[in-house]
């Protein structure tokens, strides 16, 4: 059995990235063992913040989320059993595996913690980025590709981590940076391929890396996909009304700006298919060489081929993964 490394009420273990890479599913799964304790808040952001609020991050719907942070110490805290208790504690936050200030953090509070990175392809992870912010009304940009080439004017406007579909898929220097703070044997590097296609054996090799028993759960629970939206009147309509509402609304609590929302954001997914298109080769290279340099440097850091990611045809989203493999095992 595993030890409790770190004093006091924090976790032992965080899934740390990166964000559209199955961490939901991660930690649903291992919220079922009876060895682990998982946060009852999915991404409390905590490491973000540094013990002072969140920045005033100008993006659509930013306002409300920013004030869902848990950013005091004590809440925190909060959120994991008590030391003495026999499992160890972890919790989610796939931003943090970007973000230089919360990697620092970690290293200076929990510098015993063990990391979990899942990485995706980065062209289908922000593809899978963009989708989730566009179907929920928020992404204001029809192209995935236009959406991703605004990046830098939205980094220097303000709008928080999530919309930096670019940035968030740099592995190669995130984890390179990783390094420096913390041993290799303290972190574990999972594909998302392997999340989905071999979830009882990834499973393992999760409770493996983090000393509690193998086998005691061994099912991925399905993603958070929404279904597509296509670009329409209809769909500019109403996610110019959740945008504007997300505004108006930015003054009260979250809770009541989700009520008022959901309605519309249910209008958009009605009009959605379950299926999203899948990126032309064009779409897929321009987005590609932004990432062929991190790719180079991610193979050097890991020792291992990532040839599949430079390739004109993405890996698939977790539904298709899993249609193909029912289809596999049915013949």
Not at 115 to 120: A, P, T
Not at 282 to 308: C, G, I, K, P, W
Request: net charge neutral.
């Amino acid at each position: 059995m595993a030890t409790l490394q770190t004093p006091g009420r924090l976790p032992d273990f965080l899934i740390v990235g990166a964000p559209k890479a199955g961490t939901t599913a991660l930690h649903a799964a291992l919220t079922q063992h009876p060895q682990l304790a998982m946060s009852a808040v999915k991404e409390p952001k905590y490491f973000l913040c540094g013990d002072v609020p969140p920045p005033l991050f100008t993006g659509p719907g930013d306002a409300h989320s920013r004030r869902e942070w848990i950013w005091r110490r004590d809440e925190y805290r909060d959120l994991f059993p008590d030391p003495t208790a026999e499992v160890l504690s972890g919790e989610s936050t796939p931003l943090y595996l970007a973000d230089a200030d919360a990697r620092r953090r970690i290293a200076d509070t929990i510098p015993h913690a063990r990391l979990i990175c899942v990485l995706r392809d980065p062209v289908d992870r922000a593809y899978s980025n963009w989708t989730h912010l566009w179907v929920d009304g928020l992404e204001p940009i029809a192209d995935v590709v236009e959406a991703c080439l605004a990046e830098p004017q939205r980094i220097h406007d303000g709008w928080a981590p999530f919309w930096h579909y670019l940035r968030l898929g740099r592995y190669g220097e995130q984890l390179a940076a990783l390094y420096e703070l913390f041993p290799r044997d303290q972190v574990l590097v999972i594909r998302y391929r392997d999340v989905v296609d071999a979830p009882g054996q990834t499973l393992d090799r999760v409770c493996e890396f983090l000393g509690v028993r193998s086998g005691a759960v061994s099912a991925i629970p399905g993603d958070n996909t929404r279904p597509f939206v296509a670009e329409g009147w209809q769909t500019r309509a109403l996610s110019s009304a959740v945008r504007a509402g997300s505004r108006v609304g930015s003054a009260f609590e979250p809770q009541a700006w989700r009520r008022v929302s959901r309605p519309l954001v249910k209008a958009l997914h009605r009009r959605g298919r379950a299926e999203r298109p899948t990126l032309t080769a064009e779409q897929r290279r321009t987005l590609l060489d932004h990432f062929r340099t991190d790719l180079d440097l991610l193979e050097q850091v890991t020792q291992q081929s990532f040839a599949d990611w430079r390739g004109e045809t993405g890996q698939g989203a977790f539904a298709s993964r899993v249609a193909d493999q029912t289809a596999v095992a049915s013949r």
